[in-house]
């Protein structure tokens, strides 16, 4: 009797497969049919007797599509940035987007590994200064551009002012948040230890002014760094 023989690729997808089957994460069909899904596009790749996503590939083609959406005006704004859905479309080109009645005509398997394929793909998508996706920006596209993802959409700009709106806001108010909840559970602990409230407004302003002090350190810091390396 023939003995059939295996490509490297080939146990490498049974092995996911294997180790998928003893997880109890998803679904096991539902992420065997992710995999299958990105594989079937060639976004696997082979580690040792193991497949596992291309997730560098998937990023570089991701950074295909941003040069082609460029915001420059508000109006640029409301019509240029890609939806993470044409995203994940045009990288999944063999499946259609919803909503769409080819989304519809998809049975449910197929909406479902869809469905978790495009939140893998959409978490792919990082503008912070230092991740992939912006290091190419700043490296293979015009000078000065950025990468932007805001909500469901992403576009690459050099208007500050869409860089202030869409990167530096939400950074800064995570940073205000992080404060708002450290004195609510502040005021909690005064609640429950009466003696703690003569305490509560010095250290507020202490931290307040700390995290402003330490903040601006690292600003300076890391500026100062910048201007050195373009000199």
């Known amino acids: 009797m023939a003995t059939e023989t295996k490509t490297a ?9 294997e180790s998928v089957r ?14 299958a899904m990105f594989r079937r596009h060639g976004f696997t790749t082979v580690e040792g007797d193991m497949e596992k996503l291309d997730n560098s590939r998937i990023k570089r083609e991701i950074f295909k599509l941003a040069h082609d959406h460029r915001v420059t005006t508000a109006a640029d704004r409301l019509t240029e940035p890609i939806h993470r859905y044409e995203v994940a479309g045009s990288l999944l080109s063999e499946y259609p987007v919803p909503p769409s009645e080819e989304w519809d005509a998809l049975d449910a398997m197929d909406r479902q590994a869809w469905t978790l394929a495009e939140r893998h793909i959409w978490k792919l998508v990082d503008d912070k200064y230092n991740t992939m996706l912006q290091r190419w920006t700043r490296e293979e596209l015009d000078d000065g551009l950025v990468l932007v993802k805001a909500g469901d959409v992403m576009f690459v700009t050099s208007e500050p002012r869409f860089i202030k709106s869409e990167i530096w806001t939400p950074i800064t108010d995570k940073a205000e948040i992080a404060m708002i909840a450290a004195a609510e559970q ?37 500026a100062d760094q910048e201007n ?3 000199e």
């Open 9 to 17: 690729e080939e146990a490498a997808a049974e092995a996911y497969e």
């Open 22 to 35: 003893n997880s109890a994460s998803l679904s096991v069909t539902e992420l065997l049919a992710m995999r």
């Open 228 to 230: 050195g390396e373009e």
């Open 186 to 222: 502040i005021a909690l602990f005064t609640k429950q230890c009466p003696a703690l409230k003569s305490s509560a407004v010095p250290a507020l302003r202490k931290a307040s002014k700390q995290a402003a002090d330490k903040a601006m350190a690292a600003y300076t810091l890391r």
